[in-house]
């Protein structure tokens, strides 16, 4: 099932998309659903299998078309940071050996990098990832899955892991190298800048996805390729990534983990290259979807 945040007539809404149509889920239960993602994600397997009873059933008279609504972020404002992992593809971590600072690792960690990124960094489709030139004119692009908990989880087990995770979608970890540089060499401050995490379109519930490790994963700026992997080739797989975040640490409904990205950066490449205002960014993940946005100069 791919389910959305959309708005109609300026309301945001839950949706379930099927075909070109989206749902309207609470409408359509007669208020037994509800209207935010989070809510839904904390019913559990009951909501899916009534949702989906719900939207394949029969014509849906609470549907609309989907190319009315506009598409917020999945999750529009996360109930905490977005939790990222960095290194996750050998080859992402030894293109940027040359590029990074003395601080920075020479070797692949034995154990994944964690970092985080504020909840006002996470954009939806087609919304403009703000360029500031007063604050940072090296501005990067990375295309990552992402995963969506599902449950509230502590101490999980790499075997149990995949029980939690309710579904995926596509994430831009988008950079600021020189602002990153600028504070050690920490990642935080450089991945935190409003905007500067688009994601959607929708997310795609994990029955969809028989095998999240086989996904061909790609980026496109101004519809050159730049970045073009598989998830096959993550170091860390989502079941380590859950039991490593989970130890000690409770995991909630609605979390989101981004996965790592691929080779193809921007600040990897010789000559360097980054991004500029007017400049497009189209993602793709196999068997989710397509995510664009566009670069906007912005100077508040």
């Given at each position: ?5 959309y708005l ?19 409408r359509?239960?007669s ?31 609470a ?5 009315s609504?506009?598409?917020l972020a999945?999750i ?16 992402h971590?030894?293109e940027g ?6 601080s ?5 960690p034995?154990y ?30 990375e ?9 509230r ?26 602002l ?16 500067h995490c ?27 390729v730049k ?9 860390f797989?989502?079941?380590?990534l ?31 290259e ?9 993602l ?7 995510l664009?946005?566009?670069?906007v100069?912005f100077?508040?």
């Amino acid at each position: 099932m791919r389910l959305v945040t959309y708005l109609e007539n300026d309301l945001p809404k839950l949706g379930a998309v099927n075909d070109d149509r989206v749902v309207d889920l609470a409408r359509a239960s007669s208020g037994r659903l509800p209207s935010t993602m989070i809510e839904f994600i904390e019913m559990g397997a009951q909501a899916l299998d009534f949702a989906r009873e719900l939207v394949y059933g029969s014509d849906n008279p609470a549907s609309v078309p989907l190319e009315s609504v506009k598409l917020l972020a999945p999750i529009p404002v996360p109930r905490r940071n977005v939790m990222c992992v960095g290194w996750n593809y050998a080859e992402h971590f030894e293109e940027g050996l040359n590029k990074r600072g003395p601080s920075d690792a020479e070797q692949m960690p034995e154990y994944p990098t964690f970092f985080t990124k504020l909840t006002t960094t996470v954009i939806g489709p087609g919304e403009g990832v703000q360029f500031n030139r007063k604050i940072s004119e090296q501005v990067d692009w990375e295309v990552e899955l992402a995963v969506i908990i599902g449950r509230r989880g502590r101490n999980i087990t790499q075997e149990e892991a995949m029980n939690y995770v309710f579904g995926y979608t596509i994430a831009n970890d988008v950079s600021t190298r020189d602002l990153q540089r600028r504070h050690g060499g920490q990642w935080f401050r450089g991945k935190s800048l409003d905007t500067h995490c688009p994601m959607g379109p929708w997310i795609v519930t994990a029955d969809e996805i028989e095998d999240p490790h086989n996904l061909r994963l790609s980026l496109k700026v101004n519809g050159v390729v730049k970045q073009d992997s598989s998830t096959k080739y993550m170091v860390f797989r989502i079941p380590r990534l859950i039991q490593e975040l989970s130890l000690g640490s409770t995991l909630l409904p609605g979390d989101i983990i981004l996965t790592g990205t691929p080779p193809g950066v921007g600040f990897a490449r010789t000559p360097a290259e980054f991004l500029r205002p007017g400049d497009v960014m189209d993602l793709e993940i196999e068997k989710i979807g397509r995510l664009s946005n566009p670069v906007v100069e912005f100077n508040d």
